[in-house]
């Protein structure tokens, strides 16, 4: 049976080879049919039909074929169903005129091969173009049947159905094969079935019975080995393999083909093609732009009889093999050759000109339209028409400068000379901006010529190369030339131009000649002759610059043929770093074709932790750009165990923690490696000055978009900035990964920079000068000369790199300031300061794939823009702004007056269509952007007084500030006649989205017309797609029009002045006990507990004890502890010292009044509208913010706000606003006689403390009983809002918060088997008092997890709780799956919402209730979106991401507690500091600005003395006596100060002297005082938690009655504000109102639309408000308050050099002009310094270099080992210094070189000299004694080792230390000597 199978397959494949025989000749009529649309938002579709008759014959081996009776129909109307064939009526006809031209080529012959059903060996006549041939094979693709099925998928085919008759010719088969068609080498999966007509009476005869074959062929374009597609961008991307799913056209393809069986042979008697491609940029089910296809091909006449020669279809002349059945796209020579032929005819210089008219005016009329950046793309293309010849002409006709209009004859109208002179300007930019977007070899040989001649110079030739290196299809010509150009004088003599060139060409060799397809375009002797070019340029007898230039040339090329040589230079010791670092980077672009090469290269330089930094973190940055595998990434997560360099493991795991993080797709398979290797690696969690990756960005897999932002910085030791940064904006459109920008500089010596620039003399003193000649410290800031580079890269291409080198900033900085004067001279004028405009093309690109019909199916995408900028006015600075950067005077005043007008143009266009040649149609999508910002205006800020004056002019006419649309549509263009090339004639037929839905959504928001007389109206239009789950979304859905419009309001003023006043105020406590009466009077809800409350029936127990801040409890034990301390205090005269000052005049604010002021911060704000003529109609706005924090812990902010009528007869708005915060302050300490509870259980409590006590000052907050602990943890905050006519009884709101530590965070923190608090005890009882565990602990018990609010509100406006319940119900939609939403039996309380959460310990996740009157919702472990850090008891938010930036090391902290030392960069060891000065840090670059010394006090053994040398001063610390707790003596420059507890004396640069107090944070206790008996009862009850009280108050309010109770307070007479203001300030009156009437506030729960409008009292109703006389009284004097509050005049005090603050037994000095800052308690020092000390530091608080490793490094430089050694480098050996006796000072061991004589050294006598110094005594006699192995360096003795050798017996050899080792000895170490 398998035989006859075989038999019967192979002679069926006879027979249709048989039908096209010498003596037949076969006449088909075919139609191909193609529409584009969007079918799920309109019936609107575009497209076009071809009609032809196919006469097809055979000519011995040869198959021929022509077409005749050809027609092209167009389409662009409704279409119902576009799957069905469409009527022909719907179809135009086109033009005999146009169709002539397609008709021309496409009934020229064609012959082919036809073997066993397939077609190849297509050939034409030599001058038919592609697009003919390419036609035809449309035609041919229908006749194509592979019955054999050859190439199969399978090895054998599939039976569907066995042949089990006579009358089956052939069984049913379904098998796949691969096999070309038009649209490449695809799958085509074929079934074929048999069939067999039944015999029927014709005219009463039996008709012949039929048999043939259904073949039906589904192509499968996802398998396909080459696929016929072409794409140009002048973005390059890449598609990986997650990525090539994602294809950007989808397409499918159906070919069914009927063939019967003739007595001469198989005849395909039908075909019928069917064809979809779907353009969807998002999900598949969202619908997109569908093109659908349709083909019929139909045999109508058959001829059998024998042809006669004449009748035969000839062969095509000069005939050339086509290809085969492939479709070809057409090269890009051929593109240029067929405009070459069109421009011998036709010249566009006449369109050039009106374009560039059209341009110009635009710009100068101040009409940037949507129509300005399509009239520069058709600049473009008009240009890249023209030959050389015109392009030069063009130039030379606008390059030519106008004579001076005195000097000319021929315009004698000076305005229309200007006029047309200005247009030529304009002209000349576009073209300018155009030339290098041209990208022909027209354009390029004209750029070579204009700037060789130097026509184009400077700025403007370096922006046309960086553009010219965007070219998406350059030719080798093209290339050449640019390479010619960078050889050229012209080029050579500028260095910012020849780089600017040099990156270019390196571009266009890459987009040339790499990657597959590349490299057959461009041969190996061209390769090998550019690679000769860059590679000059990198000898060693180069300049470093050119080395420079041509290196990242290189990497742009990326051409594999120079790896060789740039290993070499990477593995060189002797070049520079930035060299080897650069070259490094060069191999960026090899990473795919070269993986294997760079990881052999680059690997071992990563590995190898002797090399520098820099070079070793670009080894493995560009390492992981080859996708490594498990083995090398392991082996990178492995190393970082045993890294030495904080720099390079953070750097490493950043990025490594970054990958495994990654939602990029193309690193789906390194992030999976990342997550597996970094549960193996080392965590290096540094703070943001170190090395760092940090990524931000996005994907979203339903848009098939994502944004992703890299930055990268890699930070130094000898210097606080980083060494090198950059960022990279990348993007994944569609499945392509793109790189779209990219920025970076490299800096070194910055310091020296700005230290130039900024930097102030040192000051300096006898002691410091006597300190540093005794202690001589080598300058740390010894570093290479200053250098920045600076470099761009568009789309992966290197564009643009700057350079400055010393000589350049030297220049700046200090000598030349002429150019600065010059520059400075001309802003002061009121002329056109700045006049830029710029034009540009985003996005230019294609891609293209061969639909059925032979005709390219085109995805183009082309985006441009026009920008402009124009400021015309004047800067002026006092003093002028030379002086400013000399340092020579301090910036007093700015004035910025003007007009700048900003305007954008964008415009992108997406077209989705076919091309016939003579006719295109399709879908388009246009974007449009236009942006028009006028300002007018004037700035004036004046840094002296603190005012900031702003005058801002009202447009007087309707302008329209914004314009975004898009707008989709179908498009049929027509081909110029005379040139194909060009289309003209766009028909544009908007598609409406009305199957989405019939009428669009419009909304418009309007505001300002009355109440500033400008309206702003926002205006937007669109196609919702809303419930339908199926239609395309935007752009596809339909137009969408966004529009900000201003307009003249009613009464326009002019011009707005808007004023700030910042000042600083004196505040008395007699103020501050009448704000607080104030604040009484505002608060219409009040947290003060009084009698007159609980009349109003105002809960006193929910807004007390419910916020109270502490155990009520502890009142009675505070009372006592007080009167027993004032009965101590009353028999003491002198200053008192304690952990707590329990004064009266400090507990209570209404006790006593103290004589002394306190500062707070005032800021008033005037807005007036001006009219020039009618005065009565200027609008005005007074507003004052006072901000009070003159009591640590406790902050207050009010505000009080006046705006006038905005009509007559209205009474004038108001808005008064009240914030307190009330948190815990850092060293706020309960004393010990607090500690225990009433009732006797405080021996328990204490207990289980005990673990946690500790006498350090860090530890202070962990002795607290552990309920008072967390009682006392908690911030509270309080806002209340009043605003309308009213601030009593119009709109109210409040809101309290209160944050504090969870239920489950105090479980976890009591659990005695938490890890981490087992490790802590473990750790402290080692001695590691910081280990990172306890600072964990630390860290999670002053953590605030939970989060109370409750907000209260009356009369809010109806919009306001609008956009609260969209809110609420779009968080509810978010998350929906973690929502319990209970309504049954809710009766919470009315006009209130209660809001409880709780994040987790991770930061990640919260549970939340949101209580409403009538619903309560509850949601459990939602996600949020970012890490949420939560409030600290310990740290405020701000301090909390500042020291979680920089890894709890901000400010960089050293600490010497007894003998123990801990570094800056937390390397703790021992050394007993002795009487003599140890140089705690010192500002060791060549400022010098300070020195911190510490010694052990020669009087109090047991203590330390500090002194502090820095502005001049000394500044020194002692101790006063023995006793614990002792004052200590602050002295400057020995002079005593007389500081006392609480408070701050501030010293400023004239030496003047300020004395302060300090308001300790007294509420904590003050509060208790007001109801000790709150809460009573044993122990048991006083540990019940906070969160279990607010779980009762709520469960109380849901069971109270829901009628509100928050009637008004009426303020009694104590309470009335004192009249402070001035009349001068604001002339704002009350109108005449209506005698006091209380309205009733209770709202009504009975009805829910009666709620809602009580709540949304409208603006109509204000008048009926009526004010309080009391409150009446109040806004008449609040002119007179403004003035009364002075503002502190400090300007006579100068600059602020010390703040020096006393509280309790701690004194701190702040040296604010160096950054430096001391802690002092008598038994430890800690020194913080500002970060701008890193890597310039030295001293026994070590470098701060980030490295602990260089810690002990001694003042010469030297590292030491030991810490003993180490600190004796330091000590400041002198006899009145170390206050000790003569005998005793000679006794100090000194340090000395070691020298080993007479050493026999391969067979030399040597001299050898220890490399580091020890202590040694030189007369007296060593007690303590210590080995060392100390390495020594030997010189061939001689007379240069004997004068080293004398050198030593005084001094420290250095230079040895440099030198090789030779060897090893056991030297004694001498640590104490006697006589």
Not at 1253 to 1278: A, F, G, N, P, Y
Not at 1364 to 1375: C, D, N, Q
Not at 1430 to 1437: D, E, F, H
Not at 1535 to 1544: E, F, G, M, T, Y
């Amino acid at each position: 049976m398998r035989y006859a199978v075989f038999i019967l397959l192979s002679a069926t494949i006879v027979g249709l080879y048989a039908q096209f025989s010498p003596n037949k000749v076969l006449w088909y009529n075919y139609e191909g049919e193609l529409l584009t649309g969007i079918p799920g938002t309109s019936q609107e579709h575009s497209g076009l039909k071809i009609i032809c008759t196919v006469l097809i014959q055979q000519d011995l081996n040869t198959v021929r074929m022509k077409l005749s009776e050809v027609s092209l129909k167009y389409l662009q109307e409704k279409v119902t169903n576009p799957v069905e064939k469409v009527n022909d009526e719907l179809f135009t006809d086109t033009s005999e005129e146009e169709l002539w031209r397609l008709t021309e080529q496409l009934q020229k012959p064609t012959q082919f091969q036809y073997r066993r059903g397939l077609i190849s060996d297509i050939e034409g006549s030599i001058d038919e173009p592609h697009w003919s041939v390419n036609i035809k094979r449309g035609v041919l693709n229908l006749l194509q049947v592979n019955l054999e099925g050859r190439n199969r998928v399978y090895d054998r085919p599939v039976d569907i159905n066995r042949a089990g008759k006579d009358d089956h010719i052939l069984g049913d088969k379904l098998f796949k094969v691969i096999e070309e068609g038009i649209s490449g080498e695809c799958e085509s999966q074929y079934v074929i079935k048999s069939w067999k007509s039944i015999p029927d009476y014709n005219n009463g005869q039996l008709t012949e019975t039929k048999k043939g074959y259904n073949v039906t062929k589904v192509i499968n374009y996802d398998n396909c080995k080459t696929r016929s597609l072409l794409t140009t961008t002048s973005v390059r991307g890449f598609k990986c393999a997650r990525c090539n799913d994602q294809n950007l056209l989808k397409s499918n393809g159906l070919i069914r083909q009927n063939i019967i069986r003739e007595q001469d042979g198989d005849v395909i008697e039908s075909v019928i093609a069917e064809g979809q491609h779907v353009f969807t940029p998002y999900r598949t089910e969202d619908g997109g732009i569908v093109t659908f296809i349709k083909q019929m091909l139909r045999l109508t006449t058959l001829e059998r009889e024998d042809i006669q020669p004449d009748q035969l279809i000839p062969e095509p002349e000069n005939k050339q093999l086509k290809g085969g059945l492939k479709y070809v796209f057409q090269k890009t020579s051929e593109e240029e050759d067929l405009l070459n032929d069109i421009n011998d005819v036709t010249s566009t210089n006449t369109e050039v000109i009106h374009l560039l008219k059209l341009l110009s005016e635009s710009v100068l009329k101040n009409e940037l339209t949507k129509a300005t950046p399509e009239f520069f793309l058709q600049l473009i293309q008009r240009l890249r028409k023209c030959t050389l010849v015109e392009l030069q002409n063009i130039m030379e006709e606008f390059e030519e400068e106008l004579p001076h209009f005195k000097d000319q004859k021929r315009i004698t109208d000076k305005d229309l000379y200007d006029l047309e002179k200005k247009m030529k300007i304009q002209s000349r930019r576009f073209l300018h901006d155009a030339l290098p977007l041209v990208s022909t070899i027209s354009s390029n040989s004209l750029i070579k010529t204009l700037i060789e001649k130097k026509k184009i110079t400077g700025e403007a030739a370096i922006q046309i190369l960086s553009s010219t290196a965007l070219t998406a299809k350059p030719t080798q010509q093209f290339v050449n030339k640019t390479r010619e150009l960078c050889t050229s004088k012209a080029v050579i003599a500028n260095i910012q131009l020849r780089a600017t060139c040099l990156l270019s060409f390196g571009s266009l060799v890459n987009t040339l000649c790499t990657g597959e397809q590349q490299q057959r375009n461009c041969q190996a002797w061209i390769r090998e002759s550019h690679k000769e070019f860059l590679l000059t340029g990198i000898q060693l007898s180069q300049p470093r610059n050119v080395q420079l230039m041509h290196l990242k040339a290189i990497g742009n090329a990326g051409m594999s043929e120079t790896i060789n040589d740039l290993q070499q230079l990477i593995e060189s010791t002797n070049a520079d770093v930035e060299l080897r670092a650069t070259a490094v980077y060069a191999l960026r672009r090899m990473t795919i074709l070269q993986q294997n090469k760079i990881r052999t290269i680059l690997l071992p330089i990563f590995l190898n932790q002797r090399i520098a930094v820099e070079l070793r973190i670009a080894a493995y940055y560009i390492l992981m750009e080859t996708k490594p595998d498990l083995a090398i990434v392991q082996m990178i997560a492995e190393s970082l165990r045993k890294e030495n360099s904080n720099q390079v493991g953070s750097f490493v795991f950043s990025h490594l923690t970054s990958l495994s993080n990654s939602t990029i797709p193309c690193n789906h398979e390194i992030s999976v490696i990342a997550k597996q290797v970094l549960q193996y690696s080392k965590p290096f969690r540094n703070g943001a000055q170190f090395s760092k990756h940090i990524p931000i960005g996005k994907m979203s897999d339903d848009l098939k978009l994502g944004a992703f932002l890299e930055i990268n910085h890699i930070g130094q030791k000898a210097a606080p900035f980083p060494l090198s940064m950059n960022a990279k904006l990348s993007a994944n459109i569609l499945g392509y990964q793109t790189s779209i920008v990219e920025a970076g500089m490299r800096t070194e010596s910055l310091h020296y920079i700005l230290n130039n620039i900024f930097g102030t003399a040192t000051k300096s003193n006898a002691i410091k000068k006597w300190i540093d000649d005794l202690v001589p410290v080598e300058a740390r800031d010894k570093v290479p000369d200053p250098k920045f580079l600076g470099y761009l890269k568009m789309f992966g291409r290197e564009i643009r790199f700057a350079s400055l080198d010393k000589l350049i900033f030297d220049s700046i900085t200090k000598k030349d300031f002429n150019l600065l004067k010059i520059i400075e001279t001309k802003l002061k004028k009121f002329t056109k300061q700045l006049d830029l405009q710029k034009a540009f093309v985003l996005f230019e690109g294609t891609h293209q794939i061969a639909s059925e019909l032979g005709l390219p199916l085109a995805l183009n995408i082309t985006s441009a823009g026009v920008m402009t900028v124009n400021y015309v006015g004047r800067i002026a600075a006092r003093p002028p702004l030379s002086e400013i950067l000399r340092g020579q005077a301090i910036p007093k005043s700015l004035v910025i007056e003007g007009a700048i007008k900003p305007r954008l143009a964008l415009k992108m266009t997406g077209k989705m269509g076919a091309d016939s040649i003579i006719l295109k149609t399709g879908v388009a999508i246009d974007a449009n952007a236009n942006v028009n910002l006028p300002i007018n205006g004037k700035l004036k800020v004046d840094l002296s007084e603190g005012i900031y004056d702003v005058k801002v002019k009202t447009p007087s006419e309707n302008r329209q500030l914004v314009i975004l649309q898009t707008k989709p549509y179908t498009f049929k263009e027509e081909a110029e006649l005379d040139d194909i090339t060009t289309y003209r004639n766009e028909v544009k037929k908007q598609i409406e989205g009305q199957l989405i839905k019939r009428k669009p959504c419009i909304k418009a928001i309007s505001v300002g017309k009355e109440s500033i007389g400008v309206e702003i109206e926002v205006r937007s239009k669109w196609i919702s797609s809303t419930g339908v789950p199926s239609a395309p979304r935007f752009p596809l859905s339909g137009p969408v029009d966004f529009n900000i419009t201003t307009r003249s309001g009613v009464n326009r003023p002019e011009e707005y002045s808007i004023t700030l006043e910042v000042s600083t105020v004196n505040v008395s406590s007699e103020f501050i006990k009448e704000s607080m009466k104030i604040n009484t009077f505002r608060q219409w809800i009040t947290s003060s507990s009084s009698s007159s409350e609980q009349n109003e029936g105002l809960e006193s127990k929910s807004n007390e004890d419910e916020w109270t801040f502490v155990p009520a409890w502890i009142g009675t034990i505070i009372e006592k502890a007080k009167e027993k301390i004032m009965c101590e205090i009353s028999s003491k005269s002198t200053d008192r010292s304690g952990r707590l000052e329990l004064d009266d005049r400090k507990l209570s604010r209404s006790n006593e009044e103290r004589a002394d002021s306190k500062l707070a911060t005032r800021l008033l704000v005037t807005i007036v509208g001006i009219h020039e003529e009618r005065t009565e109609l200027q609008r005005k706005i007074v507003a004052e913010l006072l901000i009070n924090g003159n009591e640590e812990g406790f902050k207050t902010v009010t505000m009080e706000l006046v705006q006038s009528p905005t009509k007559a007869g209205e009474i004038p708005l108001k808005l008064c606003m009240q914030n307190e915060i009330l948190f815990p302050a850092p060293d706020f300490v309960i004393p010990d006689n607090l500690k225990s509870s009433p009732s006797g259980s405080g021996s328990d409590a204490s207990k289980s403390g005990e673990s946690w006590s500790d006498s350090s000052e860090e530890m202070k907050h962990l002795i607290l009983d552990e309920r008072l602990r967390i009682m006392t943890k908690q911030v509270r905050s309080k806002l209340n809002i009043q605003w309308g006519v009213s601030c009593i009884n119009d709109k109210k709101l409040e809101i309290k918060a209160r944050f504090e530590q969870s239920q489950m965070q105090r479980q976890e923190l009591k659990d005695k088997l938490n890890p981490v608090r087992i490790q802590c005890n473990k750790d402290r009882s080692d001695g590691l008092r910081f280990s990172p565990t306890c600072l964990e602990i630390i860290k999670q018990d002053n953590e605030l997890r939970s989060m109370h609010v409750m907000m209260t509100y009356v009369n809010i406006p109806l919009w306001y709780r609008i956009m609260y319940s969209k809110m609420i119900l779009l968080f509810e939609k978010e998350t929906m799956d973690n929502l319990v939403i209970d309504t049954v039996d809710q009766k919470n309380k009315g006009g209130t919402v209660l809001i409880s959460g709780a994040i987790d310990k991770t930061h990640t996740k919260m549970d939340l209730v949101i209580k409403h009157p009538y619903k309560t919702l509850t949601w459990h472990d939602v996600s949020l979106p970012v890490h949420l850090e939560p409030l600290s008891a310990r740290y405020s938010l701000i301090s909390q991401y500042r020291q979680r930036m920089f890894n709890n090391k901000f400010p960089p902290t050293c600490k010497v507690v007894k003998d123990q030392v801990k570094t800056f960069d937390d390397l703790e060891y021992k050394y007993n500091i002795t009487t003599c000065p140890h140089i705690l840090a010192k500002d060791c670059s060549s400022s010098g600005l300070y020195t911190v010394t510490a010694r052990r006090s020669p009087v109090h053994s047991n203590k330390k003395e500090v002194m502090i040398l820095t502005e001049g001063n000394t500044i020194e610390l002692k101790p006063h006596s023995d006793v614990d707790n002792a004052d200590i003596i602050v002295s400057v420059d020995a002079i005593p100060l007389d500081i006392r507890n609480n408070q701050q004396i501030t010293i400023f640069s004239n030496g003047k002297i300020l004395t302060e107090t300090i308001f300790p944070h007294m509420d904590k206790i003050d509060v208790l005082r007001k109801k000790p008996s709150a809460i009573t009862g044993s122990a048991s009850s006083e540990e019940r938690h906070i969160e279990e009280i607010m779980e009762e108050e709520l469960a109380t309010i849901s069971l109270r009655d829901t009628v509100s109770n928050l009637d008004v307070i009426k303020p009694s007479e104590a309470t009335r504000p004192t009249t402070r203001l001035h009349s001068t300030v604001l002339s704002i009156t009350p109108e005449t109102v209506k005698s006091s009437v209380e309205p009733s506030l209770k709202p009504n729960v009975d009805s829910e639309s009666d709620d809602i409008d009580s709540l949304s009292m409208s603006r109509e109703r204000h008048e009926e408000r009526e004010i309080d006389s009391e409150e009446r009284k109040y806004w008449q004097d609040f002119k007179i308050r403004m003035e009364t509050m002075k503002a502190v005049n400090r300007t006579d005090f100068g600059r602020i050099a010390h703040v020096i603050r006393k509280t309790n037994d701690t004194v701190e000095v702040e040296c604010v002009s160096v950054g430096l800052t001391i802690k002092f308690n008598q038994r430890y020092v800690k020194t913080q310094v500002s970060p701008w000390y890193h890597g310039l530091q030295c001293g026994l608080c070590g470098e701060y270099d980030g490295e602990q490793t260089s810690d002990l490094v001694g003042p010469e430089g030297l590292s030491y080992d030991d810490s003993q050694i180490f600190g004796i480098t330091y000590r400041v050996s002198d006899v009145k210094l170390c206050s000790l006796v003569t005998e005793m000072f000679e006794c100090l061991p000194k340090m000395k070189t070691i020298v080993i004589d007479d050493v026999i050294l391969d067979n030399v006598e040597s001299t050898c000299f220890s490399k580091i110094p020890v202590p040694r005594c030189d007369s007296c006699t060593p007690t303590k004694r210590h080995q060392e192995l100390i390495e020594f360096s030997c010189l061939e003795k001689n007379d240069g080792t004997r004068y080293m050798k004398e050198r030593a017996e005084n001094e420290v050899i250095t230079k040895v230390s440099y030198l090789k080792t030779d060897i090893v000895s056991v030297v004694d170490t001498h640590l104490k000597c006697v006589k």
